[in-house]
């Protein structure tokens, strides 16, 4: 949450930063603001969008070779320009932008105010900067060392970029809790909370960690910790293409990361899986295969979608592997006391690798003990960095603020993973792990005939774009998808959405159906399927409309539902991955129809840093 970029060197720092932003803008737009340093320092913010920005200061003077952008999604104070990033310390010396909350930040105003400061917005950013520059001006040490004690008495998740008028070409910044990879060029640097606002420039780029301190120059990268030791900055390659990040032809990077699925499943599964030779290989399962085979248990922490993929993975676990699988919010789990014993994995699954909660939560795990194994997207994020061990999903760059791409990453690999340790534990029988094996191998292909049935999709969404409410029903494997389902729905149509398991219908939801309320069941031919076709019933009885998503040759609900969606034939434990495809693109359509931003619906962010 909130983008942050920087740079520093020979080239003009504002089209760097501003490109730069407008490819961090998934991580907040609430407003954006950008500080040059050109004799003297240049502040521009606004509330709003980047473009925004961009239009307003169009002609102005913007020259500089060392500058810092952000863009804020809102935590204290309200979206408007005063709130906007970067704040100006009292003497105009300073400029600083933030990724993040600064928890005692009451306090720390509170001592200020008794000195006399007074401040022009209600962000703790500008409470902290504020607090850096009393520490430098009292203490008569430079900006660095001020910044080194101000952290030690700081609270909280940040990441924080200085610019200040006495150093006109360094960047001062550090991390805890929130990202920070810098890009190493050829006599210069940049920043940011992902690689993205770099791609063009450099491969070569360096995660800064938790308590680090980077003093940033042109032709110099020093990284220190809060004790002013020095650490060697270790160089990591970026393995991303520019065309990664962009839209491709497509209208909105959400419809492109749905298409991207066959692919992107593909890669997920190319070089792990060989159904031929009936293997999986997955070092980092391999690495680990005897913590696995003993353990007592899984615990999978994880929030939002990842969530969803989790609960999937506890079915499938379950089954195939005969190990007990909890699954957990991130967000309660850091705060309870959990029970941990010898022999519990925890398994983290993110897209982002930067979850807050979920971050926190596994280091709270791995501090008593537990081994974490991570199921991640971004490469060289956090979690993927603190875990024992892992899987990358390979989706690439998930742009678009719901999550779908990752989603099906996240399934594929937990498959694998489940299919590995059921192999090695013996309780898979050979046959049925073949014929797992082989319909894994065969889902990109069936997703993309589900894809190029995607206007039958867009036809039912302008069918129910009006709709206040919609149920999403689901049983055994399917359940998950019908929480998946009602979560994208509601996050890029806002239409209020639940889901449910379709039995569970009877004991309270059931109330809400009439002629009017959309029920979408995921009925797929599984073991459930009769069940699921009475479920069908009992809402028909009520009058509500039926869509469901079912297999092809199914003979039975289309003589019940109002619409259909048919996926491709698919084993139970692998359907999902397919289910989930029409609720994606059901979602996407019914936004689009709603004229909804789906790119960056409302009050969201990716990448939730913040708690
Ligand atoms: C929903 C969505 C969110 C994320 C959640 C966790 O479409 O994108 O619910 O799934 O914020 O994010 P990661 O997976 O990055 O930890």
């Known amino acids: 949450m909130c983008g942050i970029v920087g740079y520093t060197g020979p080239k003009e720092a504002y089209p760097i930063v501003i490109t730069g932003l407008k490819r961090l803008e998934y991580r907040g737009y609430d407003s954006t603001g950008v500080a040059l340093l050109d004799n003297g320092l240049k502040v521009y913010k606004k509330k709003g969008r980047v473009s925004e920005l961009e239009q307003t200061i169009f002609g102005k003077d913007l020259h500089s070779h060392c500058g810092i952008g952000h863009t804020r999604w809102a935590t204290h104070g309200e979206p408007s320009d005063r709130n906007a990033h970067p704040h100006v310390s009292a003497s105009g010396k300073l400029a600083m932008i933030h990724n993040g909350i600064i928890e005692n930040y009451a306090q720390l105003k509170q001592e200020l105010t008794n000195k006399g400061y007074t401040f022009t917005s209600e962000t703790d950013t500008e409470v902290l900067l504020n607090f850096i520059e009393d520490i430098r001006e009292n203490n008569q040490c430079d900006l660095e ?36 990879v810098i890009g190493v060029g050829n006599g210069e640097h940049f920043l940011g909370s992902d690689a993205s606002p770099m791609l063009e420039y450099t491969k070569d780029v360096v995660y800064v960690n938790d308590y680090e301190l980077a003093i940033v120059k042109p032709d110099e990268l020093i990284l220190k910790n809060l004790g002013n030791e020095k650490i060697t900055p270790f160089i990591t390659k970026l393995d991303i293409e520019l065309a990664a990040i962009e839209k491709g032809g497509y209208d909105h990077f959400m419809l492109k990361e749905i298409f991207e699925q066959p692919s992107t499943i593909h890669d997920c599964l190319r070089g792990r899986l060989d159904a031929d030779a009936g293997t999986i290989t997955m ?21 939002g979608t990842s969530w969803h993929a989790a609960l999937l993975a506890e079915y499938i676990i379950e089954e195939l592997c005969r190990i007990p699988v909890e699954v957990e919010y991130a967000s309660e789990f850091r705060y309870r006391n959990p029970v941990i014993n010898k022999g519990d994995i925890i398994v983290a699954i993110s897209q982002s690798g930067e979850t807050a909660d979920t971050l926190v939560a596994i280091e709270r795990a791995k501090e008593n003990g537990a081994i974490i194994f991570g199921i991640v997207n971004v490469v060289g994020s956090s979690i993927a960095r603190i875990s024992d061990g892992g899987a990358y999903t390979h989706a690439g760059p998930e742009i678009g603020v719901a999550s779908t791409k990752a989603f099906t990453g996240q399934l594929a690999v937990l498959t694998m993973m489940a299919l590995k340790i059921a192999k090695e534990k013996k309780t898979i029988s050979e046959e049925r792990y073949r014929k797992l094996l082989l319909e894994l191998e065969a889902v990109p292909e069936k997703v993309d005939a589900i ?30 998808i019908a929480l998946e389902g009602a979560l994208k729905l509601k996050e890029i149509s806002y239409i209020h959405a639940e889901g449910y398991p379709a039995a569970e219908m009877k004991h309270g939801p059931i109330a809400l159906v009439d002629e009017n309320l959309p029920v979408i069941f995921i009925a797929t ?84 840093t913040v708690e």
């Open 145 to 180: 060392e001020a910044v080194r004690v101000a952290l030690k008495r700081v609270t909280g998740a940040y990441v924080i970029l200085l610019l200040d008028t006495d150093n006109p070409d360094t960047i001062i910044a550090a991390r805890k809790g929130s990202p920070l």
């Open 283 to 303: 070092s980092g399962i391999q690495n680990n295969i005897e913590h696995f085979k003993e353990a007592n248990r899984i615990i999978m922490v994880a929030c």
């Open 451 to 480: 894809l190029k049935n995607a206007g039958d999709v867009k036809k039912i969404a302008e069918k129910y774009k009006s709709a206040g409410d919609a149920l999403f029903l689901g049983r055994g494997y399917n359940f998950p």
């Open 525 to 608: 031919q599984d073991s459930y399927h009769e069940k699921i076709v009475s479920n069908i019933q009992e809402i028909k009885a009520r009058k509500g409309k039926v869509i469901a998503v079912i297999t092809e040759g199914d003979d039975i609900i289309p003589g019940m539902a109002d619409d259909v969606f048919y996926v491709p034939p698919a084993d139970e434990i692998i359907a999902p991955m397919l289910s989930t495809i029409p609720l994606q693109l059901l979602s996407y359509y019914v936004g689009i129809a709603k004229g909804v931003d789906v790119d960056k619906p409302r009050n969201l962010a990716k990448s939730v």
